[in-house]
């Protein structure tokens, strides 16, 4: 059996060459004599490792020189928790938009800092991004938080929706990457932070990644333990206690791919001709097929789309892993489909899909 085209939301697909030179490295690491996951973080070989990582991705993401990059332990969660409490200061509020499932998860996490729910598209199913000019965002929050794609709900900050990055004035703007950093070219200097769960379009799950102005890491936040501190973390080089390191290293992999296939300018040109081959397909199946996303907040990374008869969703699935195309299912948060089709998926893989969709509705329609 070979490997099939595989949709999942995270952990993702990988870039095969990407697994195949892990695959070659899980033995023996350049001259290690052993490998990569048995030798100390603190040494030589690991230390370059990290550094080279931290460098491409500063490439690939055009990162200035006043933010700094973290490479904390665990996933974007745990950083939605950290935020309030590296930046909130004592009695400071923060300003929360949200856009679906990962919004409001993000919400949970900041249980003793007063949250301001500036915006949410809950009472629409999330199917729209609130405009702008109906925000309530405070004049003195701490930050304001977006998540710039929902994995789940499939909408992403598009041109289309309005100007993006919204301008928060004065407030630095706070955002969760996770599901499509690197799949377009972002000005980092129009937020204070971003931050990135690895595992749809960086790597394994297991690390994140966190790009942050330096001036923000000096303000006192809210009491807590030294290894849930970012400037602690930045002055130790993210590694307080031992970092999971075969993560960072697949990371850094995966990165220096992205820059040879051409950086994010060509993730960009990719990303718009598979989403489009996607919703041009749903969008002209005769409502065989459906996405109830409006169109200018459609995400370009996670498609979630539902079949008119959902008695036929286990026959679509079935049907879809014999034909190679695997990780389908949606969330449970909304049944139905849901492709995900990040920087690891080929072109190829999302024509496959369309045809599939093509053939089952000629079969069933
Ligand atoms: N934010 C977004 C946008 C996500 O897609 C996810 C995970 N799918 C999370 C946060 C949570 O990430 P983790 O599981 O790494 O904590």
């Known amino acids: 059996m070979s490997r099939a085209y595989n949709f999942s939301p995270g952990p993702a697909a990988l870039p095969e060459p990407v697994l195949r030179q892990a695959q070659a490295d899980m033995l023996e690491w350049g001259d290690a004599r052993a490998s990569i996951v048995e030798i100390s973080h603190r040494g030589p070989e690991f230390l370059q490792v990290a550094r080279q990582a931290e460098a491409d991705l500063r490439s690939l993401l055009a990162v200035p020189d006043d933010y700094a990059v973290l490479f904390p332990a665990g996933g974007a969660t745990t950083q939605q928790a950290l935020i309030a409490l590296n930046f909130a200061d004592a009695g400071q509020r923060v300003d929360y938009v949200v856009s679906g499932h990962w919004g409001k998860t993000a919400l949970k996490q900041v249980p003793s800092v007063a949250v301001n729910v500036a915006a949410s598209g809950e009472a629409d199913g999330f199917r729209r991004i609130p405009a702008r000019e109906t925000w309530r965002l405070s004049d003195d929050a701490a930050y304001v938080h977006v998540t710039a794609n929902e994995t789940i709900h499939g909408v992403e900050y598009r041109p289309a929706w309005g100007q993006v ?201």
């Open 165 to 365: 990055p919204p301008d928060t004035g004065r407030v630095p703007l706070f955002a969760d990457f996770s599901s499509s950093i690197a799949s377009e070219p972002v000005d980092v200097s129009k937020y204070g932070l971003i931050y990135a769960g690895a595992q749809k379009n960086l790597g394994p799950v297991g690390i994140s990644v966190v790009i942050v102005r330096r001036d923000l890491l000096e303000r006192a936040g809210q009491p807590r333990a030294d290894i849930f501190d970012y400037r602690s973390q930045l002055a130790n080089e993210s590694m307080l206690n031992t970092p999971p390191t075969w993560n960072w290293y697949v990371l850094g992999l995966t990165v220096r791919w992205m820059i040879e296939e051409g950086g994010t300018a060509e993730f960009d040109r990719r990303s718009a001709r598979k989403s489009s081959l996607l919703y041009a397909a749903i969008d002209g199946s005769g409502g065989f097929y459906r996405n109830e996303v409006d169109p200018t907040v459609r995400s370009r990374m996670n498609v979630p789309f539902f079949l008119a008869d959902s008695a036929l969703d286990a026959a679509f699935l079935d049907g879809a892993r014999e034909a190679g195309l695997m990780g389908l299912k949606g969330h449970r948060v909304l049944g139905g489909m849901r492709a995900s089709i990040y920087n690891a998926m080929p072109v190829e893989g999302v024509q496959a899909l369309v045809d599939y969709m093509r053939e089952f509705q000629t079969r069933h329609g």
